[in-house]
T-cell receptor, first 114, second 109 residues
Framework: KAGVTQTPRYLIKTRGQQVTLSCSPISGHRSVSWYQQTPGQGLQFLFE???????NKGNFPGRFSGRQFSNSRSEMNVSTLELGDSALYLC?????????????FGPGTRLTVL | GQSLEQPSEVTAVEGAIVQINCTYQ??????LSWYQQHDGGAPTFLSY????GLEETGRFSSFLSRSDSYGYLLLQELQMKDSASYFCAVGGGYQKVTFGTGTKLQVIP
């Protein structure tokens, strides 16, 4: 079974631009979560989508948004990029179990904002 | 809300045993998970505890005490390849998955 894939793997943007990142979950996984990871900051939860609906949201400004399609693929968008948005963006999919809800992570998209 | 705390760094000698602690605050607790992340890589699942006690998976064991809101990951016979960051996590189902602050383990010869 193919793992979680994320595209692109690397991105360089300038301040003020916008960016769209894509995530394809493992087949059969309907829950997709997004995380931002910066050095020393751990994994900061952005949002989670389940069956095309945003089910949970982290404490990020409205510049960060996402969506999920009927095939469970998900995209996240960041508008008006700031230098502080430079980070590794990780997507994770799961079977959405209440117990032992193992998260399967993609390789991430490394975003650099200049 | 949910919050999990871990030590930021731990150093241990190759062949030794190391324990990484995690204390959590959460509503609706269903279990504690552990993940490993090597530099430049994605987090990968290690273990899960739903009930109190010790779960063993090879060289790795994980412990949970629900009354103390506390768990730990125990790594035995440390190898250089165990140098990585380790995260505890709670959540599942309708509850978002929240990760701890992460512990960077350095294994030295």
């Amino acid at each position: 079974k193919a793992g979680v894939t994320q595209t692109p793997r690397y991105l360089i943007k300038t301040r003020g631009q916008q960016v769209t990142l894509s995530c394809s979950p493992i087949s059969g996984h309907r829950s997709v979560s997004w995380y931002q990871q910066t050095p020393g900051q751990g994994l900061q939860f952005l949002f989670e989508y389940f069956s095309e609906t945003q089910r949970n949201k982290g404490n990020f400004p409205g510049r960060f948004s996402g969506r999920q399609f009927s095939n469970s693929r998900s995209e996240m968008n960041v508008s008006t990029l700031e230098l502080g948005d430079s980070a590794l963006y990780l997507c994770a999919s799961s079977l959405d179990k209440r117990t032992n809800n193992e998260q399967f992570f993609g390789p991430g998209t490394r975003l650099t904002v200049l | 809300g949910q919050s999990l705390e871990q030590p930021s760094e731990v150093t241990a000698v190759e062949g030794a045993i190391v324990q990484i602690n995690c204390t959590y605050q959460t509503s609706g607790f269903y279990g504690l998970s552990w993940y490993q992340q090597h530099d430049g890589g994605a987090p990968t699942f290690l273990s899960y505890n739903a009930l109190d006690g010790l779960e063993e998976t090879g060289r790795f064991s994980s412990f949970l005490s629900r009354s103390d809101s506390y768990g730990y990951l125990l790594l035995q016979e440390l190898q250089m390849k165990d140098s990585a960051s380790y995260f505890c996590a709670v959540g599942g189902g309708y509850q978002k998955v929240t990760f701890g602050t992460g512990t960077k383990l350095q294994v030295i010869p």
